[in-house]
């Protein structure tokens, strides 16, 4: 869809530069950049077109392959993120089932809301630390 939108302004008398750039801004990937600025070199530079699609075609392969195995590596911390989220209100669930008044106690008193609320802080900094340690650019 997007090439006939690219074939069509070229059509129009539209120059290729800008009609590729008008693509990059419709489809702001990576991929779609690095395709541009090889069909662009090449026809500044001249070269064989079939033989640089070929090695941009490599490349997006090869990212999107790191990509996939960068996410089988980065689950474990995601799983562990969501275990180590969720384990405290589970635990609160739990204990409160067992004995409502360790949980009225807590909600009552001071000291108690306290307690939740730097808890819940704590929380939210760790989910934001495990996310910059699993979040890795590529």
């Given at each position: 869809m997007e090439?006939?939108?690219l074939h069509k302004e070229q059509s129009l008398g539209l120059p290729i530069r800008d009609?590729?750039?008008d693509l990059v801004?419709?489809?702001?990937?990576d991929d779609m950049r690095f395709l541009?600025?090889?069909?662009?070199?090449?026809?500044?530079?001249g070269g064989n077109l079939a033989q640089i699609l070929d090695k941009t075609a490599l490349v997006m392969?090869?990212?999107?392959?790191l990509k996939?195995?960068?996410?089988i590596?980065?689950?474990q911390g995601r799983i562990t993120g969501w275990i180590l989220c969720s384990?405290?209100?589970l635990m609160f669930g739990l204990i409160s089932v067992v004995n409502h008044n360790y949980e009225k106690t807590l909600f009552s008193t001071p000291l108690g809301l306290k307690m939740i609320y730097s808890g819940l802080v704590m929380m939210a900094l760790g989910v934001l630390a495990i996310r910059k340690i699993i979040d890795v650019k590529v």
């Open positions: 090439f006939c939108a009609a590729m750039m801004e419709r489809m702001p990937l541009a600025t090889a069909i662009l070199l090449q026809k500044e530079s392969r090869e990212r999107a392959r996939g195995q960068l996410r590596y980065t689950a384990a405290p209100f």
